[in-house]
């Protein structure tokens, strides 16, 4: 694979994503894993929109993205992969993807989850996977955009 990036962001393809990370990351795939989006055609259709020009969009279940990454599917390509959560990260972590960081930049708040910071609230699962992630020796940070602090997420965690 040319390079693959990480990052769970809520939104999926959005103004940061598609403006600024893609292209600091010099990537011309974005795959974008997430269950539900895969069969909803509203999704899809926003996600299409929503992608920079010139950049490939694939949009995968997490079966499939399992299977494509680690069958070398997008090997030439510089690949930018989103999920919507924790939890789709850590089962494309543990299905063999090879990803040795991730970076989490906008998880809302729900029922259950308490803010970490601004941008970031966390289940108390969440916090369980990404606690697990980090001892497995995976590099996560939770920043919103490039120019913010690429601190730990472990910084966050109380």
């Not at 599917?73 to 939890?87: E, G, H, M, P, V």
């Not at 090879?98 to 729900?110: E, H, K, M, Q, S």
Request: proline share 3%; hydrophobic share 40%.
């Amino acid at each position: 694979m040319g390079t693959l990036n990480a990052r769970v962001d809520e939104r999926l393809i959005h103004g940061q994503v598609a403006t600024i990370w893609t292209h600091l990351l010099d990537a011309d795939r974005i795959i974008v894993v997430n269950n539900e989006a895969v069969h909803d055609k509203l999704q899809i259709g926003a996600l299409k929109l929503a992608k920079p020009t010139g950049v490939k969009l694939s949009i995968l279940s997490v079966e499939k993205g399992i299977l494509n990454i680690n069958n070398g599917k997008y090997a030439d390509d510089n690949c930018f992969l989103i999920t919507r959560n924790i939890q789709d990260m850590k089962t494309l972590i543990d299905g063999g993807i090879p990803l040795t960081a991730f970076n989490v930049g906008n998880i809302a708040p729900r029922e259950g989850s308490h803010a970490i910071k601004k941008s970031v609230a966390l289940t108390e699962d969440d916090v369980q996977a990404l606690r697990t992630l980090l001892a497995d020796g995976i590099k996560i940070t939770a920043q919103m955009v490039p120019t913010e602090s690429d601190a730990s997420i472990e910084t966050y965690l109380k």
